[in-house]
């Protein structure tokens, strides 16, 4: 399969934070070492658990398309839930055209992100001033298409009042840093290390998914964290703390974007479990997995899941959507 990510680092002072982090860890704090007084669930978490055979997996067809598809999954999923309805389709052919033509970066940042990727805090920007539309409207292209290409549905003037109509409240948004493009008192500063697993846990608890963007990691063979092909089969991505992880570099300044659904409690994760996350790589990503799962989940395959640890240390941004009005 065709592996494209299509985020990076909220800046590059970010990148260059998450590096340091980790080296003051790997110097002073063990990577076993528990945290006391954290109340963490005994029960898996699965907001998905009901209504998953009615959304399967969806697959980016090798576009950097992430935060489009983790940003409208927890969209989706939110909308269900409270509904009570099988997920709609949105379109991330259209959410990802709008983040790129209205809501782009500052000059400075784009020249940072690969040619046609985005970042999360674009998505806040879209959902709360453009909105979105169903599939129907703007279906996905798995190809590149030429951004000069005339006439394209996701940009004809219905579609986009169709979306206006269709605006979205985030519920929160983090970040490590602040974006130009967004006024301070909408941003939650992320500090590495600082109990960010718990604030993306509690998300989980009030019955909300969140869009999550973490860094790659080099491995020797050259292939990242995510691509090895461990993590392709069981849909586990390690990070350098992990008991047992390979040895990985990094972070990177590229990384990756997915929508987080679930939590399994485990005792022998030294933060307290594994969180869920629903991925946009179609059933070949995790084609072996072995979630654990309590008797209402369904299949994993497609999904795959990230250390409290790992989310811990290395999360750089995360948006929590509210649901269409």
């Known amino acids: 399969m065709v592996v494209s990510f299509g985020s990076r680092a909220p800046s590059?002072?970010?990148a260059n934070d998450l590096r340091k982090s980790r080296a003051a860890r790997s110097?002073?704090?063990?990577?076993?070492?528990?945290?006391?007084?954290?109340k963490l669930p005994t029960q898996p978490i699965r907001l998905d658990a009901q209504i998953a055979h009615h959304w399967p997996v969806r697959d980016q067809f090798g576009r950097g398309t992430c935060v489009?598809?983790?940003?409208?999954?927890?969209?989706?999923?939110?909308?269900?839930?409270?509904?009570?309805?099988?997920?709609?389709?949105?379109?991330?052919?259209f959410f990802h055209h709008i983040m790129l033509e209205q809501h782009p970066l500052s000059k400075d940042v784009a020249a940072e992100v690969p040619v046609g990727g985005v970042l999360l805090h674009q998505a806040w920007l879209a959902l709360t001033h453009s909105g979105v539309v169903g599939a129907e409207h703007a279906p996905y292209k798995p190809a590149r298409f030429d951004n000069t290409e005339s006439a394209r549905p996701e940009s004809s003037s219905d579609v986009i009042a169709r979306?206006?109509?269709?605006?979205?409240?985030?519920k929160a948004y983090g970040t490590i840093g602040a974006p130009t493009e967004m006024d301070d008192q909408h941003v939650e500063k992320i500090t590495p290390g600082a109990q960010t697993e718990l604030t993306i846990l509690g998300f989980l608890q009030a019955g909300l998914p969140v869009a999550l963007g973490v860094p790659l990691f080099q491995h020797p063979s050259g292939l990242s964290n995510w691509t090895l092909p461990s993590a392709m089969r069981s849909g586990v991505v390690p990070c350098p703390e992990d008991e047992g992880a390979p040895v990985l570099d990094g972070p990177r300044d590229d990384g990756h974007v997915v929508c987080i659904t679930g939590f399994i409690p485990d005792p022998q994760e030294p933060l307290g479990g594994w969180f869920v996350f629903r991925n946009s790589w179609g059933l070949d990503f995790a084609s072996h997995a072995t979630i654990p799962t309590d008797e209402t989940s369904i299949q994993?395959?497609?999904?795959?899941?990230?250390?409290?640890?790992?989310?811990?240390?290395?999360?750089?941004?995360y948006l929590v959507p509210g649901a269409p009005s």
């Open 163 to 170: 979306a206006g109509q269709n605006k979205i409240a985030p």
């Open 68 to 93: 489009a598809f983790a940003t409208l999954a927890a969209v989706e999923l939110v909308r269900a839930r409270q509904t009570d309805m099988p997920p709609e389709r949105l379109s991330e052919q």
């Open 12 to 14: 590059k002072k970010t």
């Open 300 to 317: 994993t395959r497609g999904y795959g899941m990230l250390s409290a640890t790992h989310i811990n240390a290395y999360c750089w941004e």
């Open 27 to 38: 110097l002073h704090q063990p990577a076993t070492t528990k945290r006391s007084a954290r």
